[in-house]
T-cell receptor, first 115, second 109 residues
């Protein structure tokens, strides 16, 4: 398996622009998580899905952030409009609830810079 | 805050020495996990300890859990330069993980 795939790996955009981050979870995993990592706030859980349904979006900072999971193999995190304080590394992770393992598998992250 | 608090924030040791990192938390947990993050990379799962376990080993890693004190420790024995990374504890309660602030470990060759 290729692991969790994220694209793009780096994104530089200007304030006010729309940004879309993409994630392909590991096949067969039924949970998908979006995290944001900054020096100031550490690793924050933004939202997570179970079987493509959003379960908890309490970590989404503002209405400018939205996430979708149209099918089991694809999810997007959208920021519209983007602001400089959104600059961070965004990680996607997935896990399976089958069996006894509960570890999460992380993608390589998308480094977002908003100018 | 539900997240784990890690101690120390940074640790510098000589290759071959042992490294100990601690995690304290406030909420009840199903299990506690430890992850490693190399610079510029995603997190990698290291080890999981369930709430009814007190100690667990995996290779050079030893994890302890004291639920009465709400604390856990990660010991890396015979450290190597390749162990240089940030280490995070993560509290697992109902499928989502809440990560601590991390310990930055530097192993000097």
């Amino acid at each position: 398996d290729a692991g969790v795939i994220q694209s793009p790996r780096h994104e530089v955009t200007e304030m006010g622009q729309e940004v879309t981050l993409r994630c392909k979870p590991i096949s067969g995993h039924d949970y998908l998580f979006w995290y944001r990592q900054t020096m100031m706030r550490g690793l924050e859980l933004l939202i997570y899905f179970n079987n493509n349904v959003p379960i908890d979006d309490s970590g989404m900072p503002e209405d400018r952030f939205s996430a979708k999971m149209p099918n089991a193999s694809f999810s997007t995190l959208k920021i519209q409009p983007s602001e400089p304080r959104d600059s961070a590394v965004y990680f996607c992770a997935s896990r399976s609830t089958s069996g006894s393992r509960s570890e999460q598998f992380f993608g390589p992250g998308t480094r977002l810079t908003v100018l | 805050s539900q997240q784990g608090e890690e101690d120390p924030q940074a640790l510098s040791i000589q290759e071959g020495e042992n490294a100990t990192m601690n995690c304290s938390y406030k909420t009840s947990i199903n299990n506690l996990q430890w992850y490693r993050q190399n610079s510029g990379r995603g997190l990698v799962h290291l080890i999981l300890i369930r709430s009814n376990e007190r100690e667990k080993h995996s290779g050079r890693l030893r994890v302890t859990l004291d639920t009465s004190k709400k604390s856990s420790s990660l010991l890396i024995t015979a450290s190597r330069a390749a162990d240089t990374a940030s280490y995070f504890c993560a509290l697992d309660s109902s499928y989502k993980l809440i990560f601590g602030s991390g310990t930055r470990l530097l192993v000097r060759p």
